[in-house]
Each structure stands twice: as C-alpha cells, then as structure tokens.
C-alpha cells in the first residue's frame, strides 16, 4: 500500500519548474530514490489557489482558480525582462480555470472545463537598462544578440510540447503612442512571431518529407528481399540523418542572415505607419481651409513680405 501510493504521487508530482524546492529534492532523489523522496518532501509552490460556486439560472457552477508561479528567471518586476538563455521568459505564471457542473452528483459523473493560460515577459532579448531617474516608466532597451530568434522559437517549442498545438500569442503591448516607446517591442515581437511561424512550416514540411521516404523505404524493402537482396537500412538511416542535419544547418544560416531592423529603423517604420494613417485628416483639414476661402477671380496670389534689414532706409 505504501509503495503503490509512493508511486502514484511520483506519477503525479508537479513539473519541476514550478517546484521552488527542487534544489533540495534532488540530493533526496540520488540518496532516497524518487519513491521514497516523495515519501518524505512535499514539493513547494509559489501561487495562488481560490474556490467559489455561483448560481447560474438556478444551476449550481463551481469555479476553481489555481495559478502557479515559474522558478526559472523569475525576479523583481523592472529587473527581469525578455527571455533567457534556456529560452524561459521572466516572472512566467501559468493559470488554469476549471468549471464543474454541481448538479451531476458525485464527483466523477459532474461535467468540468479547464482552460489554461500562461502569462509572462515577451520572448525576446529586452531590458530596461540602468534607472539613471524615478521615472515610473523607463526606456526599453532591444538586444540583438539573437537575430534569428532562436530564444522565442525554443520558448514556442516548449510549450507546444507541454501543452499541445496550436500555440496561441496574444499581445497586449499598445499599437499607437504619441511618444513612441512600446511600439517599438511590439514591432520586434511581431517579427519574432513571423520567423517562429516560418521555421515551423519548414520543419513540418522537413517532417512530411521524411516520413514519405521512410514509406518508401518500408515498401521497396519486402521487393528487394524476394529478389534475393538484403536492404541496408543503417546506411539508409545515417545519409537521411545526415540529409536533415544539412538542411537544418542550411535553415539556420538563412535565419541568422537575415538582417533584423534597428531601432531607429522600427522608429522610421512606426512614423511612416502613423503618417500614412494622419493623411486623410490632414488633406480634409487642407480642403476645409481651402474652401473657407475662395479667391476671387482675377486676383493676385499675396506676395510673401521681404523682411526689412536693419540699418538701410525703405
């Protein structure tokens, strides 16, 4: 009884990212064994849990809100932005919201929903820099050691792998301001979006393509083995690996060679942006004043006034 609950609360431990204690629990793991370990250490975490029911058209609906913190870059609001090296974003908190249906009785025939939401920095290489005032808003700063955008595209990865496809990125930077400055982030993560979404076309077009030559290759092996033929399927596999492994470098190298726009050029792209979108106003502005005057016919245009220099006689 002892092992089999053991074992199920093994089964059943949180990820590691969000257990704050797991610089303790793994020297438990190599001495104790994972079993044991969770015998004895409860894993912890920083989060928050709360629980209500709510009266809908008479129908009784529980609602649950849990909310989990990430270990991994997390740290104090201004100081830990962007992404890190191991593709993790800053101050990153997952939150699941689950519904169940009061009215169906025990616990396992009730109706239940969850959807699950993450939250955290954008992925992408940015900070504040030095807070050299007490400005509460501080400038942002965009690092370009990541032109491919490798970081965001790992991030992606990751959760596509956690929590399934499609990987879904809302973003809630402002889309105009009068003083530029979110705008530009905005524009870099767009772009970043755009390269992960293109990466990840050509991998699933790289997968497709292997799985066609591995068809073809399953089919043609029972022909070549009637024929008195034994199919070398290790040298097969070592010039496909080596194939993708070609292609991958390829990919990456058009990736990285691909010239990422500066900040004054984000600048230039976020004033043309608004320009374009001002030119209606003004040209409506230029024929309302135009046609609050109309000129007379046969008149002169005014003549601009010569300024007088100062010391000669009119």
């Not at 600048?267 to 007379?296: C, V, Y």
Request: glycine share 8%; charged share 30%; hydrophobic share 40%.
């Amino acid at each position: 009884g002892l092992a089999g609950g053991a074992g199920e609360r093994a089964a059943d431990a949180p990820k590691e990212r969000f257990v704050w204690n797991r610089f303790l629990i793994i020297e438990c793991e190599r001495a104790l064994g994972v079993e044991a370990m969770a015998c004895w250490l409860t894993p912890v975490v920083h989060g928050f849990f709360a629980q209500t029911v709510l009266r809908l058209f008479g129908n009784a609906v529980r609602l649950t809100l849990i909310a989990r913190r990430s270990r991994h870059f997390a740290g104090v609001r201004l100081l830990k932005r962007g992404i890190s090296a191991k593709g993790d974003v800053a101050n990153e908190v997952e939150t699941e919201q689950l519904v169940w249906d009061e009215s169906g009785g025990a616990l396992s025939r009730r109706r239940a929903s969850s959807a699950v939401q993450l939250r955290g920095s954008i992925p992408i290489l940015w900070w504040h820099g030095e807070a050299l005032s007490m400005s509460p808003r501080q400038d942002i700063h965009l690092l370009r050691y990541d032109p491919a955008f490798d970081l965001t595209w790992k991030h992606c990865r990751r959760l596509a792998r956690e929590y399934g496809a499609p990987v879904v990125l809302f973003n809630l930077i402002k889309q105009w301001e009068r003083r530029p400055r979110e705008t530009y982030l905005g524009l870099c993560f767009e772009e970043a979006v755009a390269q992960v979404q293109a990466r990840s076309g050509r991998e699933q077009q790289s997968r497709q393509r292997q799985a066609e030559r591995r068809a073809k290759r399953t089919d043609a092996a029972p022909a070549s083995a009637q024929g008195g033929q034994r199919p070398s399927t290790r040298t097969s596999c070592r010039a496909e690996q080596a194939a993708a492994a070609a292609a991958a470098d390829v990919a990456r190298r058009r990736g990285a060679a691909r010239r990422v726009r500066t900040p004054r050029e984000l600048q230039r792209a976020g004033e043309r942006t608004r320009a374009h979108r001002d030119a209606p106003r003004a040209a409506r502005r230029l024929q309302g004043s135009l046609s609050a005057r109309p000129r007379r016919p046969g008149a002169r245009p005014a003549r601009a006034a010569h300024r007088r220099r100062p010391g000669r006689c009119a």
